[in-house]
């Protein structure tokens, strides 16, 4: 063992064995790919942060609460295990959040159990990340969550031969093989499949290898953002609406912040997901205005926002209910029980999982007042993530 790390090693024993302190500020260390290709991660959940800040303020029950952000400027195990130490070490956070990509948060899951600090997950999505720690709680989606959701819809509509795009890390292998058993066990047929290199993939051949096969549609996962725009780019330069081949994929290929940039070529794409701008409720009236007003209207809020409100949401009923006291155990007992009434509609923590428990939407995307949404039209209540089940 290096010096380097025998110091971590001892300091996080020592933060182990200290007991809890009534602390005056309670400090947050938000994990995220603020730099890089998925800059938006970071930014999407620092900015449902501020909404969630902007009506409901910075203390709790005279608590200040804290974001210290740390940048791990993409799909970087390392760099994520070394700022999530230095967040525990250095800075003596409370909660570890964020975490936009699956490598970033298996990565920090040890150090989470280790000291014992509740980690609140804003986006990573391989199934498997809530197994990885008994600190780990999830407020986004697994993908299995929403992939079933999307199999049994395209059943049930007339889909009956499908080609599969997945992107070649956790979160598209979860949901590749997730729709693909979902779909056989509907009776549909899987007429090819192929997964595409997570960083600067091009699209054109593997689209050209989705028309050569003529299925009615093409299953899709990418990750949230530029990479949906290139992929319908492609679909689009290639010919394939044309050939009859529909899009059908998990919300993320229609990522609300990047939707209008996609344009026409993405009107009519069937998406399943956990949240969208255009959802019609009150609380998510509320939402949007206290987004635009913390962070401009450039920006529209995405699931990752909204997983990070209500992530702050149970860190804020967390620091109440044990007076700012934040013991590792009792702080965990508190968040994976859980429950609100969110922007997205009625979640809750299943307790034995520590995954959350929400309504999947079937969305079409529509042109409304000269913007791009995704409109909901169909829904599956109190979906739970599968693989746990």
Same mark, same amino acid.
């Given at each position: &063992?290096?010096?380097?790390?025998?110091?971590?090693?001892?300091?996080?024993?020592?933060? !182990?064995?200290?007991?809890?302190?009534?602390?005056?500020?309670? =400090?947050?260390?938000?994990?995220?790919?603020?730099?890089?290709?998925?800059?938006?991660?970071? =930014?999407?959940?620092?900015?449902?942060?501020?909404?969630?800040?902007? #009506?409901?303020?910075?203390?709790?029950?005279?608590?200040? #609460?804290?974001?210290?952000?740390?940048?791990?400027?993409?799909?970087?195990?390392? #760099?994520? =295990?070394?700022?999530?130490?230095?967040?525990?070490?250095?800075?003596?956070?409370?909660?570890?959040?964020?975490?936009?990509?699956?490598? @970033?948060? &298996?990565?920090?899951?040890?150090?989470?159990?280790?000291? =014992?600090?509740?980690?609140?997950? !804003? @986006?990573?999505?391989?199934?498997?990340?809530?197994?990885?720690?008994?600190?780990?709680?999830?407020?986004?989606?697994?993908?299995?969550? !929403?992939t079933v959701p999307m199999a049994t819809w395209a059943s049930k509509n007339g889909v009956k031969s499908v080609y599969t795009v997945a992107s070649d890390y956790g979160p598209g292998i979860d949901a590749e093989e997730t729709f693909i058993k979902a779909f056989k066990a509907n009776g549909g047929t899987i007429v090819g499949s192929v997964r595409v290199p997570l960083k600067s993939p091009e699209f054109a051949p593997f689209v050209q290898r989705v028309k050569d096969a003529k299925p009615q549609?093409?299953?899709?996962?990418?990750?949230?953002?530029?990479?949906?725009?290139?992929?319908?780019?492609?679909?689009?330069?290639?010919?394939?609406?044309?050939?009859?081949?529909?899009?059908?994929?998990?919300?993320?290929?229609?990522?609300?912040?990047?939707?209008?940039?996609?344009?026409?070529?993405?009107?009519?794409?069937?998406?399943?997901?956990?949240?969208?701008?255009?959802?019609?409720?009150?609380?998510?009236?509320?939402?949007?205005?206290?987004?635009?007003?913390?962070?401009?209207?450039?920006?529209?809020?995405?699931?990752?926002?909204?997983?990070?409100?209500?992530? &702050?949401?149970?860190?804020?009923?967390?620091?109440?209910?044990? @007076?700012?006291?934040?013991?590792?155990?009792?702080? !965990?007992?508190?968040?994976?029980?859980?429950?609100?009434?969110?922007?997205?509609?009625?979640?809750?923590?299943?307790?034995?999982?520590?995954?959350?428990?929400?309504?999947?939407?079937?969305?079409?995307?529509?042109?409304?007042?000269?913007?791009?949404? @995704?409109?909901?039209?169909?829904?599956?209540?109190?979906?739970?993530?599968?693989?746990?089940?």
């Amino acid at each position: &063992m290096t010096k380097t790390l025998g110091a971590v090693a001892t300091a996080l024993a020592a933060w !182990m064995t200290a007991p809890a302190a009534l602390a005056d500020t309670i =400090k947050v260390g938000l994990v995220g790919e603020f730099s890089g290709p998925f800059a938006d991660y970071g =930014k999407e959940m620092m900015a449902g942060i501020k909404a969630y800040q902007k #009506i409901h303020g910075d203390t709790v029950g005279g608590h200040k #609460i804290e974001i210290v952000t740390k940048d791990t400027t993409g799909p970087s195990p390392e #760099i994520a =295990k070394r700022v999530a130490q230095e967040l525990i070490v250095q800075d003596k956070v409370q909660f570890l959040a964020g975490f936009g990509l699956t490598p @970033n948060a &298996m990565a920090v899951a040890p150090i989470a159990t280790q000291s =014992k600090t509740p980690m609140v997950v !804003m @986006n990573a999505a391989t199934a498997a990340i809530t197994t990885a720690s008994p600190y780990i709680v999830r407020f986004s989606f697994t993908l299995p969550q !929403m992939t079933v959701p999307m199999a049994t819809w395209a059943s049930k509509n007339g889909v009956k031969s499908v080609y599969t795009v997945a992107s070649d890390y956790g979160p598209g292998i979860d949901a590749e093989e997730t729709f693909i058993k979902a779909f056989k066990a509907n009776g549909g047929t899987i007429v090819g499949s192929v997964r595409v290199p997570l960083k600067s993939p091009e699209f054109a051949p593997f689209v050209q290898r989705v028309k050569d096969a003529k299925p009615q549609a093409v299953f899709v996962f990418l990750p949230a953002g530029e990479q949906g725009i290139a992929f319908m780019k492609s679909f689009n330069e290639r010919g394939l609406a044309q050939a009859g081949i529909k899009v059908i994929a998990p919300g993320d290929l229609t990522d609300d912040n990047v939707l209008d940039a996609m344009g026409d070529p993405i009107l009519g794409v069937i998406t399943t997901h956990n949240y969208s701008a255009a959802h019609d409720s009150p609380e998510n009236k509320a939402f949007l205005k206290a987004f635009a007003d913390a962070n401009g209207t450039s920006m529209r809020p995405n699931f990752m926002a909204v997983a990070a409100y209500d992530g &702050m949401a149970a860190i804020y009923e967390t620091v109440r209910k044990l @007076n700012g006291k934040i013991d590792g155990e009792k702080a !965990m007992d508190v968040l994976k029980n859980f429950k609100t009434t969110s922007p997205r509609g009625a979640v809750a923590i299943d307790p034995a999982t520590r995954e959350i428990v929400e309504t999947v939407y079937v969305r079409r995307v529509e042109r409304r007042d000269g913007k791009l949404y @995704n409109v909901e039209f169909d829904s599956f209540p109190n979906v739970k993530d599968p693989t746990k089940e």
